[in-house]
């Protein structure tokens, strides 16, 4: 099965973009470099990742390169319950309508933006993202032989977005990643929202099979969801003799859980 991190797919897919338009890579003033000659802030390589957050020092940074779309959000701090977040998340709708450069995230977040974005506040990242985002349009327009229509206010209507304000425990660590373990005796899966709980000795064969049903034990709130994610974080499940075991752990930690039963109990 092909997924979109195969690296021939990766390969196969350049080639096919710069068959069709040769000049597509160029299409943003600074355009990005070839993997073995690029490098990033602190010895890291987005070169090949769909997906990927920093931490730019007063707020983080997150490209979605397959989506293709960029995410700036206030770091938490102190004393502040709410953060901001600004995201552009139309520009893939600019690529496939107007046929702009496959490549157009990977170009407005190249090596140097990212190493300009580096130690910026909030405010300072928005403003380099918008920046940049303006000079891709201007490029893309400068390129048409005229200019049909309303294409300028088509494109600019796309690059507006909205700034939100979030909780700052909303805001997951810049390391997180969705959490599965399992022993013979329990499973646990772990996220910034929801965590759930399966244990072998509350397993029905018949509901799993037939009816598609497990019961489980889940977070009551996402605090207590955020709690166990922590907790999981370097947590060795063998060290619990049972699930039950582990219940009691949790209980003792002050996570909030229930019991959810299939619909037939």
């Excluded at 979030?166 to 959490?179: T, V």
């Excluded at 994610?229 to 060290?239: A, G, S, V």
């Amino acid at each position: 099965m092909t997924t979109y991190t195969d690296e021939n797919f990766l390969k196969n897919e350049i080639a096919l973009c710069l068959l069709a338009d040769p000049t597509c890579l160029d299409q943003v003033e600074d355009t990005q470099e070839a993997p073995e000659a690029q490098e990033a802030p602190e010895a890291q390589d987005f070169t090949n990742l769909n997906e990927y957050r920093i931490d730019l020092g007063g707020c983080y940074l997150a490209v979605d390169n397959f989506f293709r779309s960029i995410e700036i959000t206030e770091k938490p701090s102190k004393g502040n319950k709410t953060v901001k977040q600004k995201a552009w998340t139309n520009i893939n709708w600019l690529v496939r309508s107007l046929g702009i450069s496959n490549f157009l995230t990977e170009n407005l977040v190249n090596r140097a933006t990212r190493e300009a974005l580096q130690g910026s506040t909030y405010q300072e990242a928005v403003q380099i993202i918008e920046d940049r985002l303006q000079n891709a349009k201007n490029t893309y327009l400068a390129s048409l032989p005229e200019i049909k229509g309303d294409i300028a206010k088509t494109i600019q209507d796309q690059l507006y977005t909205n700034e939100y304000y979030l909780k700052a425990n909303q805001i997951k660590p810049i390391d997180y990643k969705d959490i599965h373990k399992s022993v013979a005796s329990f499973s646990v899966d772990s996220d910034w929202e929801t965590g759930r709980i399966f244990l072998a000795s509350d397993y029905d064969e018949f509901m799993h099979h037939v009816e598609g049903q497990r019961a489980f034990y889940t977070t009551k709130t996402h605090a207590s969801a955020r709690k166990l994610w922590k907790l999981m974080k370097d947590i060795d499940l063998t060290r619990f003799e049972s699930g039950e075991d582990f219940l009691n752990f949790l209980s003792k930690k002050r996570v909030g859980i229930e019991y959810v039963p299939t619909c037939w109990r």
